[in-house]
């Protein structure tokens, strides 16, 4: 066979361990061709391509980022976008393309499938927020850099007698923020699946302070925002190829707030792109590779317009449009649950 391979939207630790499962696995065991397009859609768009080889995609593992480069470019939003797209697929033989994604370059890959193009999904964010699948890999790296971050935080904070504030990513959901909170011990977790409660947020706070714990930690969504007329919050204007704005900066609105209601002093630390730096943890790298050897299997089953998932602790295959259909956010109850450990 002849596959096509990319990686698309942010980039995100574990990615270069799929590239190295499908190209091993395509070349050893099936004898085929793999051709890696840069930038995801971009270079399957300009037919900027690269042969790769186990010799080109050895020693990559634990490298973060990756090595294929990545955009956030969507062929729907070019005019002749898609006939572009056609070429190129016809112009390299291919028999199909595995695209590594979220919602926005599996969203492009399942519209594709519909005019023509063989797909098979594999999916990847750090913000966990795509359906079909029980976690993506990059969660658990970018999880752990926040978790990191926050143990961090906690001695400044109790050492100053400061509330501090951390900014996490997410996007619209709320996965990192609530799971980096709870393991590091956060006294309040703002997600964006729940609008907050300034009055309610420095009410804990302030409990907290009553009863001899004079600092503070709260983590705060990027996509987190205050019930509906309760606070000014500015946000940028810019958006992405898919509509999607530039998040961040909320963290300095609740370091303001929480300083001047409570009198307490307040600082934020936003995290940014940290949280997709550096090498993956040891589960995502392994999460990665079963689904890059899972998605070239696939291809070889004919599985066209399906996505490699982990379901339970077993690599499945899901519709590609069922996964794409909605963004998976944390559920209210699973939020509330954990509410009973804030301030
Ligand atoms: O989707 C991953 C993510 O890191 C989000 O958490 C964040 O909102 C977005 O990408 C940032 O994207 P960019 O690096 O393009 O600004």
């Given at each position: 066979?002849?596959?096509g391979?990319?990686?698309?939207g942010?980039?995100c630790?574990?990615?270069?361990?799929v590239i190295?499962?499908?190209?091993?696995?395509?070349?050893?065991t099936?004898?085929?061709?793999?051709?890696?397009f840069r930038d995801?859609w971009?270079?399957v768009?300009?037919?900027?391509a690269?042969?790769l080889?186990?010799?080109?995609t050895?020693?990559?593992?634990?490298?973060?980022?990756?090595?294929?480069?990545?955009?956030?470019?969507?062929?729907?939003?070019?005019?002749?976008?898609v006939?572009?797209v056609l070429?190129t697929?016809s112009?390299?033989?291919?028999?199909?393309?595995i695209?590594?994604?979220?919602?926005?370059?599996?969203?492009v890959?399942?519209?594709?499938?519909?005019?023509?193009?063989?797909?098979i999904?594999?999916?990847?964010?750090?913000?966990n927020?795509l359906?079909?699948?029980?976690?993506?890999?990059?969660?658990?790296?970018a999880m752990q850099?926040?978790?990191?971050a926050?143990?961090?935080?906690?001695?400044?904070?109790?050492?100053h007698?400061?509330?501090l504030?951390?900014e996490?990513m997410?996007?619209?959901?709320?996965w990192?923020?609530?799971h980096s909170?709870?393991?590091?011990g956060?006294?309040?977790?703002l997600?964006?699946?729940?609008?907050f409660d300034?009055?309610?947020?420095c009410r804990?706070?302030?409990?907290?302070?009553?009863?001899?714990?004079?600092?503070?930690?709260?983590?705060v969504a990027?996509?987190a925002a205050?019930?509906?007329?309760t606070?000014e919050?500015?946000?940028g204007t810019?958006?992405?190829e898919f509509?999607?704005?530039r998040?961040?900066?909320?963290g300095y609105?609740l370091?303001r707030?929480?300083?001047?209601r409570t009198?307490y002093?307040?600082?934020?630390t936003?995290?940014?792109?940290?949280?997709?730096?550096g090498?993956p943890?040891?589960?995502?790298?392994?999460?990665?590779?079963?689904?890059g050897?899972?998605?070239i299997d696939?291809?070889?089953e004919?599985?066209?317009?399906m996505?490699?998932?982990l379901r339970s602790s077993?690599?499945e295959?899901?519709a590609?449009a069922?996964?794409?259909?909605?963004?998976?956010r944390?559920?209210a109850?699973?939020?509330?649950r954990?509410g009973?450990?804030?301030?």
């Open positions: 066979m002849r596959i391979l990319l990686t698309g942010g980039d630790p574990g990615l270069n361990a190295r499962g499908v190209v091993r696995k395509a070349i050893d099936y004898g085929d061709q793999v051709i890696g995801g971009r270079g768009l300009e037919d900027d690269e042969p080889t186990i010799e080109s050895r020693g990559i593992l634990p490298l973060g980022g990756t090595i294929l480069g990545s955009s956030r470019t969507n062929p729907y939003a070019r005019e002749d976008g006939e572009q070429a697929v112009a390299h033989e291919l028999d199909g393309l695209p590594i994604g979220g919602e926005d370059t599996l969203g890959a399942n519209r594709l499938q519909a005019a023509g193009v063989s797909v999904g594999v999916p990847k964010t750090i913000d927020d359906g079909g699948t029980d976690v993506t890999f990059g969660f658990d790296t850099i926040a978790t990191d926050i143990d961090r935080l906690h001695t400044t904070a109790e050492s007698h400061r509330i504030v951390v996490v997410g996007r619209t959901a709320g990192i923020a609530l909170g709870v393991a590091g956060a006294d309040v977790i997600i964006p699946e729940i609008p300034i009055d309610e947020v804990l706070i302030r409990r907290r302070h009553d009863r001899g714990r004079p600092f503070s930690i709260v983590v990027e996509g205050p019930k509906e007329g606070l919050v500015t946000r810019t958006v992405d509509g999607h704005p998040l961040g900066g909320i609105t370091e707030e929480i300083e001047q009198g002093e307040t600082r934020a936003v995290l940014g792109h940290v949280q997709r730096g090498t943890t040891a589960f995502d790298r392994v999460l990665a590779t079963r689904l050897l899972a998605a696939a291809a070889h004919g599985q066209w317009g996505m490699v998932a077993a690599i295959l899901v590609l069922d996964a794409v259909a909605q963004v998976r944390v559920p109850e699973e939020y509330a954990f009973a450990l804030f301030g």
